[in-house]
């Protein structure tokens, strides 16, 4: 009914962004600073984190490829430590939008086709990651990926794809097959979603979308940077959140021009209309991302903006709120 619930109980929580928990020992099987990672985090009251599951780029995909074992025992070492710290994990399964597509040779298209190579790579990705930790009580939810939405439907596609860096595993050249779309997209959230979920039907899963930009529907509608109403902003974030998602997915940073989704002018009444339209979706609202940046000047007003973000989360009731970075 639109709560969020844990233990039998509503909850609410503010957890962090700890991008790199896995891609360190990925990366290098050497080091564990994971461990204490957890465990500052955990003597911190800080209740959860989530965190890139997987590679950024193709190449970082050889180890899962090559050697299964290998691979999973470092996350296996992982997850471990989070729950000998009691700090739960949200993890983030497809980060980088065009790596599941560029590690099967596909262009971005194939994202829009259950029958491709790309999909059965989330299918069997996704279901090897959930069958293997449904049973660790550290695991909160399982996210398909980060923002992904916000390169959707531009207007000047041509001009935003994906890199290029064949050296990573990309390919060579970019094509309009890689300017991104909503329903590719979609598609790959479904089947994402529908194997998660035939394995484990207790979890959140989270789309990892950010707030839309605000003009995301006129970009759909007419290609054009025409600022949205608030019911466009509203049909967009359910489009961007569909069932079997059970949460609606935000991330939110402050906009030095003032400008924000429905023509919002602060953070405050951004998170609100967000809040206000997940609440009609009957879904509670995760704020995935959240933070002051150090461009904002004087550690004063980074932490004035910090606690702008708190007082938005707290006085919107928001359940689930992950700060950026640690």
């Known amino acids: 009914d639109g709560v969020l619930v844990k233990d039998g ?5 503010i957890g962090a962004n700890c991008f790199t928990l896995f891609y360190r020992t990925l990366k290098n099987p050497g080091d564990p600073s994971y461990r204490a990672q957890l465990a500052a985090l955990a ?15 193709p190449v970082d995909q050889r180890l899962y490829r090559e050697d299964r074992e290998a691979y999973f025992k470092r996350l296996d070492d992982v997850v471990k430590a989070a729950e000998e710290s009691r ?3 949200i993890p983030s399964l497809f980060w980088h ?53 916000l390169a959707c439907d531009l207007p000047n596609h041509h001009q935003h794809r994906p890199e290029v860096w064949p050296q990573l595993g990309t390919p060579k050249e970019r094509t309009a097959r890689d300017e991104l779309q909503f329903p590719w997209l979609c598609t790959a959230f479904l089947e994402f979603a529908k194997t998660a979920r035939s394995i484990d039907r207790a979890r959140l899963l ?13 970009n759909v509608t007419e290609k054009k940077w025409t600022t949205d109403t608030e019911e466009q902003f509203g049909d967009i974030l359910r489009r961007d959140n569909p069932d079997p998602f059970d949460a609606v997915s935000v991330h939110l940073y402050r906009d ?36 002051a940046e150090r461009q904002l000047g004087p550690r004063e007003r980074q932490e004035a903006v ?21």
């Open 9 to 13: 109980k509503p909850y609410r929580g």
């Open 43 to 57: 003597k911190a009251g800080v209740p959860f984190v989530r965190f890139m599951c997987g590679g950024f780029w």
């Open 87 to 89: 700090v739960g994990l």
């Open 97 to 149: 939008f065009p790596t599941v597509a560029d590690t099967v040779g596909e262009p971005l298209d194939q994202l829009g086709n259950p029958g491709s190579q790309s999909n059965a790579f989330i299918r069997r990705y996704t279901e090897e990651v959930v069958r293997r930790y449904q049973g660790s009580p550290a695991v909160w939810a399982w996210e398909f990926g980060n923002e992904h939405n």
């Open 206 to 218: 989270l789309t990892g979308n950010a707030m839309p930009r605000p003009s995301a529907h006129h």
């Open 256 to 291: 030095a021009k003032g400008v924000y989704v429905g023509g919002a002018k602060t953070i405050v009444d951004a998170l609100g209309l967000a809040a206000r339209h997940a609440a009609q979706a009957r879904k509670p609202l995760v704020l995935g991302e959240f933070g």
């Open 306 to 326: 910090f606690l702008e973000f708190l007082d938005a989360i707290d006085r919107h009731d928001i359940p689930l709120a992950a700060f950026w970075v640690f």
